[in-house]
């Protein structure tokens, strides 16, 4: 066994049932071919359709909604609508006001009710696409939304709205982590992250073969969507309570600029065949603040520290629309994490 390097120490999670204080689950809004930025004319109306980002929404809000809100300005409408209230709906409009527009958001809930409260927050476009349905257009806005969204955050770490850099461990018992292709999309995220590299047994704690450690940040859903809803009001924003049932409904709205940001929704609303659930479960544990990094993998699980606790995860159920919390999926979780936790050395 490798002798381990007293910088490579670090504090063990505490994995237990009795530990856990809540389980939830949340839906991903998929599509195969990745995330849709574009506009539409319907009569009088301008659609910005902003949706679709999978496993990303957190990580790529604010880089879709400036390409969102770059295709709005071709309108000459400064009164605006944006539909949905979740992280893309907050981005989408703080950008707006920041260029000057008067955006009232339209929304059957608001934080903490959303899809985006129960988003693990790590900054890391995963599951936005399947690499055979993407096109060259798509990899232009993923590049793009990537690198604007990873310099946005940068400028709001700090405890007010809840964003922190920490070390990243990816864990693997089948092999190295790989580079990503040129063809693949990814190829333009990897080079963001600081620092990464390729660990030696001696310079992690981790029963595993192959580790690897970058940086990167992670977003306090609870605090940061709080954090939005603050600037968004404090800048003379509006939010308006209101469930659409139909496109017919949004094109009665005031405001002939829209932006769609409805995640799911806009399969019913706009028709889009391609959206599908990724269903994800998460476990909580009581809070540990003396932990300082991150995990992902081995296998599918993860493991990030929150303040409002210790999340632990490891489900991608496509196609499930179910809401509800699986037992076995719980029990997963946790003896996964704790075979991984509890092997560690030092």
Same mark, same amino acid.
């Given at each position: ?117 129960v988003a693990g927050g790590l900054w890391d476009p995963v599951s936005v696409y399947d690499r055979p349905s993407v096109t060259p257009e ?53 080079? %963001?992250? +600081?620092? #990464? ?7 992690? $704690? ?6 690897? =450690? *970058? ?69 909580? %544990?009581? +809070?540990? #603040? ?7 993998? $081995? ?6 520290? =929150? *303040? ?39």
């Amino acid at each position: 066994m490798a002798v381990l390097a007293p910088g490579a120490r670090l504090s063990r999670v505490k994995v237990s049932p009795d530990r856990v204080i809540r389980t939830i689950a949340g839906l991903r809004p998929f599509r195969p071919s990745g995330f849709v930025v574009r506009g539409e004319k319907l009569g009088e109306k301008t659609v910005i359709h902003n949706y679709g980002h999978g496993g990303a929404g957190i990580t790529l809000s604010w880089g879709t909604s400036q390409l969102a809100v770059e295709e709005g300005a071709k309108a000459e409408a400064r009164d605006c609508a944006v539909i949905g209230c979740g992280v893309v709906g907050l981005s989408t409009a703080r950008l707006l006001q920041q260029r000057g527009y008067n955006p009232v958001i339209y929304a059957r809930e608001t934080p903490p009710s959303t899809t985006s409260n129960v988003a693990g927050g790590l900054w890391d476009p995963v599951s936005v696409y399947d690499r055979p349905s993407v096109t060259p257009e798509f990899r232009r806005q993923f590049g793009e939304a990537a690198r604007f969204a990873f310099r946005r955050y940068q400028s709001l770490t700090g405890d007010l709205y809840g964003v922190r850099w920490l070390p990243l461990y990816t864990l693997s018992r089948d092999g190295a982590v790989a580079v990503a292709p040129p063809e693949s999309p990814n190829s333009e995220v990897q080079p %963001l992250y +600081p620092e #990464p590299k390729q660990l030696s047994p001696g310079e992690h $704690p981790f029963n595993v073969p192959f580790a690897h =450690r *970058r940086y990167s940040m992670l977003i306090e859903p609870a605090i940061y969507l709080n954090a939005l809803m603050r600037d968004y009001l404090l800048n003379g924003g509006r939010i308006a309570i209101r469930e659409f049932q139909s496109r017919e409904e949004l094109m009665g709205l005031r405001e002939n600029l829209l932006f769609n940001c409805t995640g799911l929704g806009a399969g019913k609303l706009f028709g889009d065949a391609e959206l599908t659930p990724i269903k994800g479960q998460l476990s909580f %544990l009581l +809070p540990q #603040p003396e932990l300082d990094y991150m995990t992902v993998g $081995p296998g599918d699980i993860y493991m990030f520290p =929150r *303040r409002d606790g210790v999340l632990l995860g490891c489900s991608h159920e496509r196609g499930v629309w179910s809401t509800e919390p699986d037992p076995a999926t719980t029990e997963r979780i946790l003896r996964e994490n704790a075979a991984l936790f509890g092997g560690m050395r030092g």
